[in-house]
T-cell receptor, first 115, second 113 residues
Framework: DQQVKQNSPSLSVQEGRISILNCDYTNSMFDYFLWYKKYPAEGPTFLISISSIKDKNEDGRFTVFLNKSAKHLSLHIVPSQPGDSAVYFCAASRYNAGNNRKLIWGLGTSLAVNP | EAGVAQSPRYKIIEKRQSVAFWCNPISGHATLYWYQQILGQGPKLLIQFQNNGVVDDSQLPKDRFSAERLKGVDSTLKIQPAKLEDSAVYLC???????????FGPGTRLLVL
């Protein structure tokens, strides 16, 4: 039961253009969403997040949009740079039974930014 | 501020051997997580500690995996005996108590032959 889905395993864009990575979720109990970036042989690095009470959060070239009614979020990277080439994971957070937060992860989207 | 530290970075063992991984979280982070990540998948939570207590170990294969965080700071994850399917990257992460954001270490890449 994949509660967080990243339906595009890979994406290729030209340097300078916009990269749009998508994520869908099924559990309405999720109240916080995060994007992580992962380079080979490294751990995931936190990129940007958004609370369910917002519909947009921006940090430099990175913007995350949340559509709660559609249970959909997206990460926009503008402009894309070759150094952005990595695997991007969407993760959704909720409280578990013990009132502790738990992250549910998507399978990741591999982004390639071509010079 | 120092990040999450993990060691070793790489380990190769034969099946049925034992192995241990170490993690030191970010200073002041009460919550510590161990994940297993298999190639092509997202991280899978193995165990979550709040200080030195376990709050979630529902996906930890307890017949072969064990973890401890005795003093509420650093933690050790052990596999004994290892199986071929344990080949994966083992990630440690930490967060503030109740914090939404987890911060990850570089991971330990385990290969079981």
């Amino acid at each position: 039961d994949q509660q967080v889905k990243q339906n595009s395993p890979s994406l290729s864009v030209q340097e300078g253009r916009i990269s749009i990575l998508n994520c869908d979720y099924t559990n309405s109990m999720f109240d916080y969403f995060l994007w992580y970036k992962k380079y080979p042989a490294e751990g995931p690095t936190f990129l940007i997040s958004i609370s369910s009470i917002k519909d947009k959060n921006e940090d430099g070239r990175f913007t995350v949009f949340l559509n709660k009614s559609a249970k959909h979020l997206s990460l926009h990277i503008v402009p894309s740079q070759p150094g952005d080439s990595a695997v991007y994971f969407c993760a959704a957070s909720r409280y578990n039974a013990g009132n502790n937060r738990k992250l549910i992860w998507g399978l990741g989207t591999s982004l390639a930014v071509n010079p | 501020e120092a990040g999450v530290a993990q060691s070793p970075r790489y380990k190769i063992i034969e099946k049925r051997q034992s192995v241990a991984f170490w993690c030191n979280p970010i200073s002041g982070h009460a919550t510590l997580y161990w994940y297993q990540q298999i190639l092509g998948q997202g991280p899978k939570l193995l165990i979550q500690f709040q200080n030195n207590g376990v709050v979630d170990d529902s996906q930890l294969p307890k017949d072969r995996f064990s973890a401890e965080r005795l003093k509420g700071v650093d933690s050790t994850l052990k596999i004994q005996p290892a199986k071929l399917e344990d080949s994966a990257v083992y990630l440690c992460a930490s967060s503030l108590a109740g914090g939404e954001t987890q911060y990850f270490g570089p991971g330990t890449r385990l290969l079981v032959l």
